[in-house]
């Protein structure tokens, strides 16, 4: 078949087409009708397909760290347990309201046991934050190196928590051999559920 013979074909009356051109007219329909289906309903599919498989992937890797932390469960709850004796006995060094008195006498006795001299004790007011209230006291104490080590030692000692920031150590000028330590001293306080 020529081309001149392909130009002479005659769309009204394709029945007299040769087989040929009946053959390849039927393929690029089928064709047409195949790419035409891909593009209306397959091709959404293969895009499901692939959001499936990326939330299966996703399932998967929540299965298996659910998974590994079932297969631990016990660890973490023996892990929490401790926590909570811990917690639970980090509270108990935090007085209660009617506590702070008597730590605040504690902390001034064992500057006087060190045999230090107060010039200054001064509690302020409570700082709340989350669960704990903090009690800042200024305090200004004279004497030698060496008791405020011990002050300060004594300090740790204590079976409540009390901590020392800003220290500031100078000379006394009236009182050669003597030194003059001011700090602030915190103490804690738990802060319970019924408001304090």
């Not at 087989?19 to 009708?33: E, P, T």
């Not at 730590?103 to 302020?124: I, K, R, Y």
């Not at 011990?150 to 920031?165: D, K, N």
Request: include cysteine.
């Amino acid at each position: 078949m020529n081309m001149q013979e392909l130009n002479e074909l005659d769309f009204s009356n394709i029945g007299d087409w040769p087989g040929f051109v009946k053959a390849i007219l039927i393929v690029v329909l089928c064709a047409l009708v195949g790419v035409g289906w891909y593009f209306y309903d397959i091709e959404g599919r293969y895009e499901t397909l692939a959001r499936a498989e990326n939330t299966e992937q996703e399932l998967r890797q929540d299965f298996e760290n659910k998974q590994a932390k079932a297969a631990n469960l016990e660890a973490y709850r023996a892990q929490l347990a401790e926590m909570q004796e811990s917690f639970g006995a980090m509270l108990r060094q935090l007085p209660n309201r009617t506590e702070v008195a008597d730590l605040l006498v504690d902390v001034s006795q064992t500057g006087l046991a060190a045999g230090l001299e107060f010039e200054l004790f001064q509690p302020q007011g409570e700082v709340p934050k989350d669960f704990y209230a903090e009690l800042p006291i200024k305090i200004r104490v004279v004497g030698s190196y060496h008791e405020f080590g011990e002050f300060v030692s004594g300090l740790a000692a204590l079976p409540r928590i009390v901590t020392i920031h800003n220290v500031q150590i100078q000379n006394r000028s009236n009182s050669p051999g003597k030194l003059v330590m001011e700090a602030l001293a915190r103490t804690y306080r738990y802060l319970d559920e019924a408001g304090g």
